[in-house]
């Protein structure tokens, strides 16, 4: 879909200097403002370059390690068909990675170093990774609750003005939509199982309801990077609204199969024509975060020993170009 290739500049540097930076600024944010998208040859803000490559680095790590909890559940998926469509939907959240680091990468930062910052820890992917999946509802609970809410974030990102990362996000929201209705159905199946396995869904619901939540980052006033996101439409819709919008989609389908919410304050609010809901514990958010997430030591150990494993393919793959290259040399020299 667009090039990997960008072992030159940096897109910026490639202007004319006579022009000034204040004319290309207002070019592209007359551009923007005109829902054109921008392309990895486009000059662009140094801030923009740096906020969109932290923010798709961000979302490719989160799709890798997000691999990581329900990876654990396909050897103890409880039947064939089961197996076979949690395999397909991990299998897809690798791709989804591979898509979003191809993005990054064309604006000028490499593969190699995107993932020496996750392993050292200087980059950050999403929070609700870092905690355990402790049984087979978890599965359900995470295809309904972190794709779910996976899509609403995403679903705008098909109109961000980054052309390679909007593209992506085509493809990845056709996928996600699939994830969410296979956790959905888990948990309907669940819920209407035997009294062990509906306690089973409600449980998991519980665990992961306020994560999902957080997953929409901190509140708009706490973010401060929003509105500047939101000005050059690498956003499109603040973290509150998203957030406001899984609430209210999503509590309707918990009631629909008869599982229950776990927050005391929630109600409908007939004059905002939205659910009210109760306090996020934002400590708790910060402390995963820093990275004291249940099981974050385990996500980044498993990440790293990934790549160490995979040494050897990158070797070979390497090894193969060189010998492919001197062959067409030699056919071009005969
Ligand atoms: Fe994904
Ligand atoms: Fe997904």
Same mark, same amino acid.
């Given at each position: 879909?667009? !090039?990997?290739?960008?072992?030159?500049?940096?897109?910026?540097?490639?202007?004319?200097?006579?022009?000034?930076?204040?004319?290309?600024?207002?070019?592209?944010?007359?551009?923007?403002?005109?829902?054109?998208?921008?392309?990895?040859?486009?000059?662009?803000?140094?801030?923009?370059?740096?906020?969109?490559?932290?923010?798709?680095?961000?979302?490719?790590?989160?799709?890798?390690?997000?691999?990581?909890?329900?990876?654990?559940?396909?050897?103890?998926?409880?039947?064939?068909?089961?197996?076979?469509?949690?395999?397909?939907?991990?299998?897809?959240?690798?791709?989804?990675?591979?898509?979003?680091?191809?993005?990054?990468?064309?604006?000028?930062?490499?593969?190699?170093?995107?993932?020496?910052?996750?392993?050292?820890?200087?980059?950050?992917?999403?929070?609700?990774?870092?905690?355990?999946?402790?049984?087979?509802?978890?599965?359900?609970?995470?295809?309904?609750?972190?794709?779910?809410?996976?899509?609403?974030?995403?679903?705008?990102?098909?109109?961000?003005?980054?052309?390679?990362?909007?593209?992506?996000?085509?493809?990845?929201?056709?996928?996600?939509?699939?994830?969410?209705?296979?956790?959905?159905?888990?948990?309907? !199946?669940?819920?209407?199982?035997?009294?062990?396995?509906?306690?089973?869904?409600?449980?998991?619901?519980?665990?992961?309801?306020?994560?999902?939540?957080?997953?929409?980052?901190?509140?708009?006033?706490?973010?401060?990077?929003?509105?500047?996101?939101?000005?050059?439409?690498?956003?499109?819709?603040?973290?509150?609204?998203?957030?406001?919008?899984?609430?209210?989609?999503?509590?309707?389908?918990?009631?629909?199969?008869?599982?229950?919410?776990?927050?005391?304050?929630?109600?409908?609010?007939?004059?905002?024509?939205?659910?009210?809901?109760?306090?996020?514990?934002?400590?708790?958010?910060?402390?995963?975060?820093?990275?004291?997430?249940?099981?974050?030591?385990?996500?980044?150990?498993?990440?790293?020993?990934?790549?160490?494993?995979?040494?050897?393919?990158?070797?070979?793959?390497?090894?193969?170009?060189?010998?492919?290259?001197?062959?067409?040399?030699?056919?071009?020299?005969?």
């Amino acid at each position: 879909m667009y !090039t990997t290739d960008l072992s030159g500049k940096p897109a910026g540097q490639a202007e004319p200097p006579s022009e000034e930076p204040a004319e290309l600024l207002a070019r592209f944010e007359a551009r923007v403002a005109a829902d054109e998208f921008i392309e990895p040859k486009d000059w662009m803000p140094e801030a923009y370059r740096k906020t969109l490559v932290r923010q798709i680095s961000q979302h490719a790590h989160s799709e890798v390690v997000g691999m990581l909890p329900e990876g654990n559940w396909i050897t103890r998926a409880p039947s064939l068909k089961r197996k076979a469509v949690l395999l397909a939907k991990v299998q897809d959240e690798g791709g989804h990675g591979l898509y979003l680091y191809c993005a990054a990468e064309t604006l000028g930062t490499s593969r190699q170093e995107m993932i020496d910052a996750l392993h050292s820890g200087r980059a950050k992917y999403s929070t609700i990774f870092n905690y355990p999946t402790l049984s087979w509802a978890d599965v359900g609970a995470i295809g309904w609750l972190v794709d779910g809410a996976a899509i609403l974030n995403q679903v705008p990102l098909q109109r961000t003005s980054y052309g390679p990362y909007a593209r992506a996000m085509v493809r990845v929201c056709k996928e996600e939509s699939f994830h969410q209705r296979q956790g959905y159905e888990i948990m309907m !199946t669940l819920a209407a199982g035997t009294p062990a396995q509906k306690r089973m869904a409600q449980d998991a619901l519980d665990r992961w309801w306020w994560p999902s939540l957080m997953m929409f980052g901190p509140p708009d006033e706490a973010s401060p990077n929003s509105a500047q996101s939101i000005r050059w439409r690498i956003k499109r819709e603040t973290n509150d609204e998203l957030r406001q919008k899984f609430v209210d989609i999503t509590v309707p389908q918990a009631e629909a199969i008869g599982l229950q919410v776990p927050d005391p304050a929630l109600c409908w609010n007939e004059a905002r024509g939205h659910y009210d809901f109760g306090a996020i514990d934002w400590e708790e958010f910060r402390a995963v975060i820093r990275g004291e997430g249940p099981v974050a030591k385990e996500r980044m150990a498993a990440r790293t020993k990934a790549w160490e494993d995979g040494a050897w393919v990158r070797a070979a793959a390497e090894a193969h170009a060189v010998k492919q290259a001197a062959r067409r040399q030699a056919e071009a020299a005969e």
